[in-house]
């Protein structure tokens, strides 16, 4: 897979990318690899582009505050403007030209990412495929990990050879959220696009298999019009990290060979917009408090939320394993405050704007869909798909915008037979 430097792409949406300086904390140790039954592990931590947005309600000086604070103010939301779904002549540069970026106040966050090395895998030449998984806010990376462990014999059996699959916590998420001020706020999620562009462009290896440092190093583009990036690169995504990966897609069509998502967080303009923009923000979150007397507590909580009481069992426990840190009670909190996951909704503009792109997608995608989504009503969202000239393939399933979790079993027979056809001994013998 490649990206180009320059692209003509018409209805282009972000800011080019800017490396960010070198971090001085930053060591060159070895990540190590951890063993497991299924896999080894490694984890790594990589910074944000340069040339971020900034919120008046949220500025950077008050990164290091209390969450708490965060104003509940209509005032502040960054409206949808319909001038921006139209075509325009101008170049898009993926890159900034070097010396003519405009530095921001706002600081590159650190974002971490998981590395799983299948300890088993087909016995076949070539180079095979590469996962990305992204979660949607709000939960750790690691929600994903029982899916994965069933996932991976499934494809064995059908000829897919998995050489790696890399996760990454999105922003407020599990160990990012972790390793950032207590209060960073993403402002815009454009922004949240632009680093899942700059790892995949950057920071995430040509080649899999490679001994990796526990803080990784941006390579540098080259003047040659066609960047190289990894092969054979397969995204499943869901909520926010749907909605990065689609935009992803369409800004740099070459980096991905197909989009698994999962009910994108994109909201069609006009009323369903409107009407999304009056709901309490707190309905788009998970709706747990902060702090909790135990773990136990936390499972419980999960077990009896409006959102959260039909996941799988195996959710609610890698929710309550990764997705908590101790307090200073002796109790147990999440590791980002709640008010950062709602403060994001400033931003009505950028699922808005996604969902005016999605018909730019231009490579495969399977749509794993609950029959009560998050904002695109069915019938508009099956229009939308036949309009997509690549194949196209959607699963409705019974559950809410939390399927990916309710539904843990679907979504890994709906994948696996995805991979399976366009990257196994099916694909071969086409």
Not at 174 to 194: F, P
Not at 215 to 241: E, I, K, Y
Not at 259 to 278: F, R, Y
Not at 331 to 338: D, F, M, N, S, Y
Request: glycine content about 6%; charged content about 25%.
């Amino acid at each position: 897979m490649s990206f180009n430097l320059s692209t003509t792409y018409e209805r282009a949406l972000l800011r080019p990318l800017v490396l960010p300086p070198i971090d001085p904390t930053a060591t060159n140790e070895s990540a190590g690899l951890s063993e497991g039954s299924k896999w080894r592990a490694s984890t790594h931590i990589f910074r944000g582009t340069e040339d971020r947005d900034e919120t008046d309600a949220w500025p950077p000086a008050k990164f290091n505050d209390d969450p708490s604070n965060i104003p509940n103010d209509e005032a502040y939301n960054i409206p949808y403007d319909t001038a921006s779904k139209k075509a325009n002549s101008s170049i898009f540069k993926l890159y900034s030209d070097s010396g003519q970026s405009n530095k921001s106040n706002v600081p590159p966050p650190k974002l971490v990412a998981k590395r799983y090395i299948p300890t088993n895998q087909v016995n076949k030449s070539g180079q095979g495929v590469t996962l990305l998984t992204l979660t949607g806010m709000g939960v750790p990376k690691e929600m994903f990990e029982p899916m994965l462990e069933d996932l991976l014999p499934r494809l064995r059996k059908s000829g897919v050879k998995v050489e790696e699959v890399w996760a990454i916590d999105m922003p407020l998420s599990g160990q990012t959220a972790k390793a950032n001020s207590v209060g960073y706020l993403y402002a815009n999620e454009k922004d949240i696009v632009r680093d899942l562009l700059l790892f995949l462009t950057a920071y995430l290896p040509v080649q899999p298999g490679e001994e990796l440092p526990k803080h990784l190093q941006p390579r540098t583009t080259t003047d040659q019009a066609q960047q190289p990036t990894r092969q054979n690169l397969h995204v499943f995504a869901h909520s926010l990290g749907a909605q990065a990966a689609i935009l992803a897609s369409v800004h740099a069509p070459n980096i991905f060979s197909s989009l698994m998502v999962v009910d994108p967080a994109m909201i069609p303009a006009g009323k369903i917009n409107d009407a999304m923009a009056k709901l309490p923000k707190e309905i788009f979150c998970l709706g747990l408090k902060e702090n909790f007397p135990d773990r136990n507590a936390v499972e419980n909580a999960l077990r009896e939320n409006k959102r959260t009481r039909n996941w799988d069992e195996r959710a609610i426990r890698m929710f309550t394993q990764h997705g908590l840190v101790p307090n200073d009670k002796g109790g147990a909190k999440l590791i980002a405050h709640p008010r950062l996951d709602w403060a994001l909704w400033y931003d009505k503009q950028t699922p808005a704007e996604c969902y005016d792109r999605f018909g730019d997608i231009s490579v495969p995608l399977l749509a794993i869909m609950p029959k009560r989504p998050f904002a695109v009503p069915a019938k508009m969202f099956e229009a939308d798909v036949k309009k997509l000239k690549e194949r196209v393939y959607v699963r409705w399933v019974e559950g809410t915008h939390q399927v990916v979790y309710e539904r843990m079993n679907d979504c890994v027979g709906f994948v696996g037979e995805w991979l399976g056809d366009i990257a196994g001994e099916k694909r071969a013998k086409l």
